[in-house]
Nanobody, 128 residues
Framework: VHLVESGGGSVQRGGSLRLSCEASGDTDNYYFMTWFRQAPGMEREGVAN????????????VKGRFTISKDVAKTDSAKKTLYLQMTDLKPEDSGVYYC??????????????????WGQGTQVTVSS
């Protein structure tokens, strides 16, 4: 599975961004997808997760502000796009955002060790 993130940028507090993650390859099997973020000097943390049928999970810090969703390309079902709509952004939301994919659903969706495929990341900076 190949993952490519985009959509990062710099915004002010209260602003919005929508991140995208283009997924290709064996996406039918590697369908358990999660957005992570990592601030400088901090551990990578799970932000939001979505499973095969669209069930979602969110970190407490982003509930009510972030929405995870996914689309399937009409002409190629193996190509899927994962989104993260972020609103009411705060400086503490800053960091590099990564998408990750695995084939095993789990209640422990935010554990980094379980994901086999990762994107290269996209930077989000929120200024106060």
């Amino acid at each position: 599975v190949h993952l490519v993130e985009s959509g990062g940028g710099s915004v002010q507090r209260g602003g919005s961004l929508r991140l995208s993650c283009e997924a290709s390859g064996d996406t039918d099997n590697y369908y358990f997808m999660t957005w992570f973020r990592q601030a400088p000097g901090m551990e990578r943390e799970g932000v939001a997760n979505i499973g095969r049928i669209g069930r979602t999970n969110y970190a407490d810090s982003v509930k009510g502000r972030f929405t995870i969703s996914k689309d399937v390309a009409k002409t190629d079902s193996a190509k899927k796009t994962l989104y993260l709509q972020m609103t009411d952004l705060k400086p503490e939301d800053s960091g590099v955002y990564y998408c990750a994919a695995d084939r095993r659903p789990s209640l422990n969706w935010s554990g980094t060790d379980r994901y086999k495929f990762w994107g290269q990341g996209t930077q989000v900076t929120v200024s106060s």
